[in-house]
T-cell receptor, first 115, second 113 residues
Framework: DVKVTQSSRYLVKRTGEKVFLECVQDMDHENMFWYRQDPGLGLRLIYFSYDVKMKEKGDIPEGYSVSREKKERFSLILESASTNQTSMYLC??????????????FGQGTRLTVV | AQSVSQHNHHVILSEAASLELGCNYSYGGTVNLFWYVQYPGQHLQLLLKYFSGDPLVKGIKGFEAEFIKSKFSFNLRKPSVQWSDTAEYFCAVRTNRDDKIIFGKGTRLHILP
C-alpha cells in the first residue's frame, strides 16, 4: 500500500513564526502536492512538484514556499505564519502523466492553528 | 486554468434513496477524472476513477460515475444510499496539459437513518 506520512497531526504556532510541514511518501512517486482544505472551499492546491528540486505554483501560493531535495520528501514552508493560514494541510503523491494508476494518495493531514 | 464545479454543496437524503452528485470540469483535452470520499475524521480515499475506455465506471461501496465528454461531466451515482455513506465527496480532474490534480469544493452528504 502507498503510504504518505505527514510529520504532525496537530500544530499550534504563533503569528510570525516560520513553520515547516513535512511529508514523506514511500512509493517512488514523481509527483507530490500540498493542498489546504477549508470548509466550503474544498481542496485548494498550494504547490506541486513533479521532480526533485522542481516545483510549480498552484492556485494559492502566496505566503508559502516548498522544498523537494529528495524524491520521497516534500516540505511546505510558511515563511511568516499568519492567522489566515489556520487550516488543514494535506500532502499527496502520485505517479506522473495520465493513465490507470495516476490518482493521488493522501496523508492524514496536519491541522495547523496560528494564534 | 482547469477548474472543477460541484453543483450541490450540501445534500440530505433518507436511507434507500437514490443519489446523484454533479461534477463538471473545464478542459477540452484528455482528462483523468476522480471521485474521492472523506468520512468524518478520516483522510481522503479514492472512490473511483476514469482514465480511458468505458465511460461508465464502477467504484467501491456500490458507487458508479459516468463520463460524458460532450458535457464535460462526471456525475457520481448510487442507487440506494446507506447511513454509512454520510461523508464529504470531492470530484477531481487531471489533464494532459500538466500533472496537477484540481479538486472541486466538495459536497457534504448527510443520510438520515
Amino acid at each position: 500500500d502507498v503510504k504518505v506520512t505527514q510529520s504532525s497531526r496537530y500544530l499550534v504556532k504563533r503569528t510570525g513564526e516560520k513553520v515547516f510541514l513535512e511529508c514523506v511518501q514511500d512509493m517512488d512517486h514523481e509527483n507530490m502536492f500540498w493542498y489546504r482544505q477549508d470548509p466550503g472551499l474544498g481542496l485548494r492546491l498550494i504547490y506541486f512538484s513533479y521532480d526533485v528540486k522542481m516545483k510549480e505554483k498552484g492556485d494559492i501560493p502566496e505566503g508559502y514556499s516548498v522544498s523537494r531535495e529528495k524524491k520521497e520528501r516534500f516540505s511546505l514552508i510558511l515563511e511568516s505564519a499568519s492567522t489566515n493560514q489556520t487550516s488543514m494541510y494535506l500532502c499527496a503523491s502520485s505517479l506522473g502523466g495520465l493513465g490507470e494508476n495516476t490518482e493521488a494518495f493522501f496523508g492524514q493531514g496536519t491541522r495547523l492553528t496560528v494564534v | 486554468a482547469q477548474s472543477v464545479s460541484q453543483h450541490n454543496h450540501h445534500v440530505i437524503l433518507s436511507e434507500a434513496a437514490s443519489l446523484e452528485l454533479g461534477c463538471n470540469y473545464s478542459y477540452g483535452g484528455t482528462v483523468n477524472l476522480f471521485w474521492y470520499v472523506q468520512y468524518p475524521g478520516q483522510h481522503l480515499q479514492l472512490l473511483l476513477k476514469y482514465f480511458s475506455g468505458d465511460p461508465l465506471v464502477k467504484g467501491i461501496k456500490g458507487f458508479e460515475a459516468e463520463f460524458i465528454k460532450s458535457k464535460f461531466s462526471f456525475n457520481l451515482r448510487k442507487p440506494s444510499v446507506q447511513w454509512s455513506d454520510t461523508a464529504e465527496y470531492f470530484c477531481a480532474v487531471r489533464t494532459n496539459r500538466d500533472d496537477k490534480i484540481i479538486f472541486g469544493k466538495g459536497t457534504r452528504l448527510h443520510i438520515l437513518p
